[in-house]
């Protein structure tokens, strides 16, 4: 029987290329979204035209009763849940110093980020079956400590909290746990609201001097959920070309 994955945020991006690779290891998807239903069912139509199954749903994953049904469409839909990827995030639009951060940029960046991956791993806990594998996503911000970004890695500094101590709670399920923290990827995240200059420094900023694609990330959520990753467990890895 395939394994089934929950990806949140999986309409473009990152998550978009996460949904595919693990639909191409033979894993059923659910395609998660908010905004965005018409990128979310390409990438679904993508999957299955290339032989994979994947399931569109929309959830905004701050809203913990649409996520309820998100989980539960999952389990209609595929039988059961083996792995959550807590891809969805938001950051604020260009660079923000924290002393022109306004409550409504505070709340929204932490509704999205912390709140809903709160919610996302307290349900992962009782639906997930054992043998499971969650991974959750930080940002190389967190060790960069870069100005413009204090409250968007302070709301992923909480999802690296999490990851250590639920991997340490879910003892005895045989479900590993972790997080990746990517560094500059190319997506909408990353490149909009920045200049192509401000866009060419962060480029060249990791040894490799590129960003990331999202493919390159996916490779890594990839290993992680597969038969080989099984002894990584409660730890974030930074995947970023050596920029931290
Ligand atoms: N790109 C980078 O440089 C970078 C670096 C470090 C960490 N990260 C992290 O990597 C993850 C993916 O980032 P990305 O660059 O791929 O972002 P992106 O291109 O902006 O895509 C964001 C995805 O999240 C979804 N989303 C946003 N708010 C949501 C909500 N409330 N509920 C459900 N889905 C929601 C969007 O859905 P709709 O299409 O429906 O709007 C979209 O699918 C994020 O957690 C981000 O913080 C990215």
Known sequence: MSKVAIVTGASRGIGASIAKRLAADGIS?????TARPA????????IIDAG??????????????????LFDQAEVKFGGIDILINNAGVIQPGMVNLADSDDALYQKIFAINTKGTFNTLRLAARH????????????SVVGLALPGYSVYAASKAAVESFT???AKE????????????????ATELFLGGKTSEQVERLARQPPLERLGTPE?????VAFLVSEQ????????????????
Do not use: H, K
């Not at 879910?170 to 990827?185: Q, W, Y």
């Not at 099984?230 to 974030?236: K, S």
């Open 29 to 33: 998807v659910v395609v998660n979204y």
């Open 164 to 166: 250590a101590i639920f």
């Open 52 to 69: 994979g199954q994947a399931y569109a749903v929309l959830a905004d994953i701050s809203d913990s009763v649409a996520v309820e049904a």
């Open 39 to 46: 990128d979310a069912e390409r990438v679904v139509r993508d």
């Open 229 to 244: 990753g099984g002894w990584v467990n409660g730890q974030t890895l930074r995947v970023n070309g050596g920029i931290v």
């Open 170 to 185: 879910l003892r005895g399920r045989n479900i590993c746990v972790n997080a990746i923290a990517p560094g500059p990827t």
């Open 128 to 139: 997930l079956r054992d043998g499971g594998r969650i991974v959750n996503f930080s940002t």
């Open 216 to 220: 390159d990330i996916a490779n890594v």
